[in-house]
């Protein structure tokens, strides 16, 4: 197993794959804070597979940092939000984010709210309320 096979079965949103990936060899701790070319980390990455399952792998394995920020200044959850993720992982990242406790870098991003206003996301709102 390489991190290479791990971001992809992340990637793909493909749970199994990880699972038995994992299993097979516990990833390096440096996993969960490696970035690519686009600044974001297997979160980001993880956010995107639209696999709620996988974003909790994910958080409670590789340790990423939650609050880190790609090239463009959003986080997992602002990219969430950005990109239309399923109301659920913006729902769990929003809660791990509130856990962590980070006001200074909450109240500096654009808030879900926001994003489901101006997508017309309604079921989204009706979660954030």
Not at 46 to 69: G, R
Not at 97 to 106: M, S, T
């Given at each position: 197993?390489?991190?290479a096979?791990?971001?992809?079965?992340?990637?793909?949103?493909?749970?199994?794959?990880?699972?038995?990936?994992?299993?097979?060899?516990?990833?390096?701790?440096?996993?969960?804070?490696?970035i690519?070319?686009?600044?974001?980390?297997?979160?980001?990455?993880?956010?995107?597979?639209?696999?709620?399952?996988?974003?909790?792998?994910?958080?409670?394995?590789?340790?990423?940092?939650?609050?880190?920020?790609?090239?463009?200044?959003?986080?997992?959850l602002?990219?969430?939000?950005?990109r239309?993720?399923?109301?659920?992982?913006i729902?769990?990242?929003?809660?791990?984010?509130?856990?962590?406790?980070?006001?200074?870098?909450?109240?500096e991003?654009?808030?879900?709210?926001?994003?489901?206003?101006?997508?017309?996301?309604?079921?989204l709102?009706?979660?954030?309320?």
């Open positions: 197993m390489s991190d096979d791990l971001l992809s079965a992340v990637k793909a949103g493909d749970l199994e794959a990880l699972m038995q990936l994992s299993c097979e060899r516990e990833p390096t701790r440096a996993f969960g804070e490696q690519d070319g686009s600044g974001w980390n297997v979160l980001h990455h993880a956010t995107m597979s639209n696999s709620l399952d996988v974003v909790k792998f994910v958080v409670e394995h590789f340790d990423p940092p939650v609050f880190a920020q790609d090239y463009e200044g959003l986080t997992p602002a990219l969430a939000c950005e239309s993720a399923p109301v659920e992982i729902c769990y990242l929003l809660d791990l984010e509130k856990q962590l406790g980070d006001g200074e870098a909450a109240s991003c654009i808030s879900p709210l926001y994003y489901a206003v101006l997508q017309n996301r309604l079921e709102a009706e979660a954030l309320t």
